[in-house]
C-alpha cells in the first residue's frame, strides 16, 4: 500500500484492491439511493450546497469496509498524533454527473447532531477512477479538494482513484468539486 502525505492530508493507495471496490459498488446499484443531507442549525436537503446520494448497503458489505477502517485507525493516529477511540459509522456516497459538495468542514458543534463536535479525522476512500487519473475511468471531474488553513492557494486536489484512502482533520475546510459525467463513488467515515 503506497503512502503519500500531503500537508494535513494522508493518501494511501491500494487501501481496496479493485475487486472489493466492484464489490462495494455492485452493493450499491442493490442499494436504494436517498438524498445526502447537510447538517448546519438542522439536518437538511439543499442542492445549492450538496447534491449526492447516500445509499445502504447490506452488513456483510459494510463489515468489510468497516473492519478495514478499523485496523487502519492506530495509523491515523500516530500519522495526526492524536488519539482515536473508535468511528462515527460508514457512508457510501454517489456523486452523478452534476453532483458536488460545496466547501465545508465535517467537525462542528451542532445542535441537530451531536456526534459532530467528536469528529476528529475525515475518511474518504474512492470505489471508482476518474477519467483525469486512468483514461479508462468511470467519470470526470469529482476531485477531493482539501483546502488547508482556508487558504485556496494552498487546496490540494485529490483526484479519486479506486482503491485510494484519504485521510485528514475534520476540522479541514475541503469540497467534491462538480462531477462532469459519469458517477462517483465514496466511502465516508470519521475517526473520532
Do not use: K
Not at 484492491?17 to 439536518?43: N, S
Not at 456516497?93 to 479525522?121: K, N, T
Not at 482556508?150 to 490540494?156: G, L
Amino acid at each position: 500500500m503506497a503512502c503519500y502525505v500531503e500537508p494535513q492530508v494522508l493518501i494511501l493507495d491500494g487501501f481496496l484492491d479493485a475487486q472489493a471496490c466492484l464489490r462495494v459498488r455492485h452493493a450499491m446499484d442493490a442499494g436504494v439511493p436517498e438524498a445526502a443531507e447537510i447538517l448546519d442549525d438542522t439536518i437538511a436537503l439543499d442542492n445549492t450546497v450538496r447534491r449526492a446520494s447516500l445509499i445502504e448497503v447490506g452488513p456483510s458489505t459494510r463489515l468489510v469496509l468497516e473492519e478495514r477502517l478499523d485496523a487502519l485507525r492506530e495509523r491515523v493516529a500516530t500519522r495526526f498524533s492524536i488519539p482515536l477511540s473508535g468511528r462515527e459509522g460508514l457512508g457510501l456516497l454517489r456523486y452523478p454527473p452534476g453532483g458536488f459538495f460545496r466547501p465545508h468542514r465535517d467537525r462542528g458543534d451542532v445542535e441537530s447532531w451531536p456526534g459532530a463536535a467528536r469528529r476528529r479525522i475525515a475518511v474518504v476512500v474512492f470505489l471508482t477512477t476518474a477519467r483525469e487519473a486512468d483514461r479508462v475511468g468511470t467519470f470526470s471531474g469529482g476531485a477531493l479538494r482539501v483546502i488547508p488553513d482556508d487558504d485556496r492557494h494552498q487546496a490540494v486536489d485529490i483526484v479519486p482513484r479506486a482503491g485510494t484512502l484519504v485521510a485528514f482533520p475534520a476540522t479541514a475546510l475541503h469540497e467534491v468539486t462538480e462531477v462532469r459525467d459519469g458517477s462517483r463513488d465514496a466511502a465516508i467515515d470519521w475517526f473520532i
